[in-house]
């Protein structure tokens, strides 16, 4: 099966190409950032804009990369939600219209979804079950992953995603937009210690986690301190939050008795976190799965291949849709879900999961 994946949620427009069993054939990917900068964060209406205009050219160049034709597919896949009203609808509208024209499934898919199995695509896949940490820009969550489509909510994070707090965190230190690369870089300069900042619930009896007091012991350091400490902040910074989420990885794997941990969603990218948690989870046998560097941010690659990984679960796509509550092409409509619990997914038994419930 050949899909096209399109990936509009936020401000990175991603066209991929993906084929079941080939793997991954074409990616392009256009990133807003330079856009919204000024203005420093999204703006909802530009990017829903700037989705509009690139699209179509994305597409193209992800068909040319992988050497097909839009005749050549089989389905195309998009993200329906969570997201931006305005900017989901874009890539909603392009995927259904288009599907309608080649009469070929247009197959929504969950942003989360796609970033929970992007791990696979990597060169180390891991089984399932295994648990799962979710942290981008809107999202910061511990998840079980009993199977396909089978998705337990364990902790996640009372306040700000881990994402945002380095956005804002970046901000304090008059770095750009987005903030978590910008942070890492400058942390690459610094060293942690030197400044201290507090672990918010790194003892808490749960996998809820809080990032927004950092956010405010930051701003009260930065007050007083000069623009040549600001380097040691970001590693201090970087470093709570990679306690952070080493210490509650430790305890989920504990809780759950996965040997597995898939870390998914942009800071997914930190390499200060990245280092923490396989070296934690190495001492304790298990292993951790990140997802290639470049697709740990938004792409369309995790939509196709999120799609891909249904579709083969489900059999057919009339049988996905079905199991969506929707209908192969019969109503003519489509809508967006800009708020969508990934919980509430329906589970897909796979021959990996064969019918596993959760606890
Ligand atoms: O998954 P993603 O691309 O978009 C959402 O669905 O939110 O994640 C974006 C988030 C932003 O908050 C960004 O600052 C953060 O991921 N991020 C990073 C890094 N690269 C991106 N945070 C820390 N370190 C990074 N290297
Ligand atoms: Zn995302």
Known sequence: MLLLGIETSCDETG???????????????????????????VVPELASR????????????????????????DAIAYTAGPGLAGALLVGAAVAEALACALQIPALPVHHLEG??????????????????????????????VHGLGHYELLGETVDDAAGEAFDKTAKLLGLGYPGGPA???????????????PRPMLHSDDLDMSFSGLKTAVSLLVRDANPADHAD?????????ADLLTAK?????????????????????NLRLRASLTEALQARGC???????????????MIAHAAGLRLAAAGSPAALLALDGQAAGATGSFSVRPRWDLASLPP?????TPGRAAP
Do not use: K
């Open 15 to 41: 066209l991929a190409v993906y084929d079941t069993t080939r793997g991954l054939l074409g990616d392009a990917l256009h990133s807003q950032v330079a856009m919204h900068t000024d203005y420093g964060g």
């Open 50 to 73: 700037d989705h509009i205009r690139r699209v179509i050219p994305l597409a193209r160049q992800a068909l040319a990369q992988a050497g097909v034709t839009l005749q050549d597919l």
């Open 115 to 144: 970033h929970l199995l992007s791990p696979l695509l990597g060169a180390a896949p891991p089984a399932l079950p295994f648990l799962a940490l979710l942290v981008s820009g809107g999202h910061s969550q511990w998840m079980a």
């Open 183 to 197: 942070l890492a870089a400058l942390a690459r300069h610094g060293t942690p210690g030197r400044f201290r900042l």
């Open 233 to 241: 902040i970001a590693a201090e910074f970087e470093q709570a939050v």
């Open 249 to 269: 990885a430790l305890r989920a794997l504990q809780q759950t008795g996965f040997e597995r941990l898939v870390v998914a969603g942009g800071v997914g990218a």
């Open 287 to 301: 292993s951790v799965h990140f997802p290639p560097l470049h697709l740990c941010t938004d792409n369309g690659a």
């Open 348 to 352: 897909l038994h796979t021959p990996h």
